[in-house]
């Protein structure tokens, strides 16, 4: 019964009282500003983990812990870029539940 809104990541983790302000601000169009301006802090998140990367050189378990943090940052900016996309496009998917022997859309 048509398509549940789930916040992403990086929308559960922003303050919600600052959301709240931009949602009564801009009614029906702030969940369109509110994933932009995510979809901007993640870049901005991955990009300077990426310039004050660590060494080469260092201990391994430094360059792993840097390397999650930028997976960790790169799935959610790669989230609200999907989801931006999305919302901007006039083609929506349905979601298909599949059951034995079905192999397709009811």
Same mark, same amino acid.
């Given at each position: 019964?048509g398509?549940?809104?789930?916040?992403?990541?990086?929308?559960?983790e922003?303050?919600?009282d600052?959301?709240?302000v931009?949602?009564?601000a801009?009614?029906?169009?702030?969940q369109?500003l509110?994933t932009v301006?995510?979809?901007?802090d993640?870049?901005?998140?991955?990009?300077?983990a990426?310039v004050?990367?660590?060494?080469? $050189?260092?201990?391994y378990?430094i360059?792993?812990?840097r390397?999650?943090?930028n997976?960790?940052?790169?799935?959610?900016?790669?989230?609200?870029?999907e989801?931006?996309s999305?919302?901007g496009s006039?083609?929506?998917?349905?979601v298909?539940?599949?059951?034995?022997?079905? $192999?397709?859309?009811?």
């Open positions: 019964a398509v549940q809104y789930e916040p992403s990541a990086l929308e559960s922003v303050d919600q600052h959301l709240k931009i949602r009564e801009y009614g029906s169009r702030a369109t509110i301006l995510l979809a901007f993640a870049y901005f998140r991955w990009y300077y990426l004050k990367s660590v060494p080469f $050189t260092c201990e378990s360059r792993e812990e390397a999650f943090e997976m960790k940052w790169a799935i959610q900016m790669q989230e609200q870029f989801r931006l999305i919302n006039a083609v929506v998917f349905p298909c539940e599949f059951e034995d022997n079905q $192999t397709g859309c009811p």
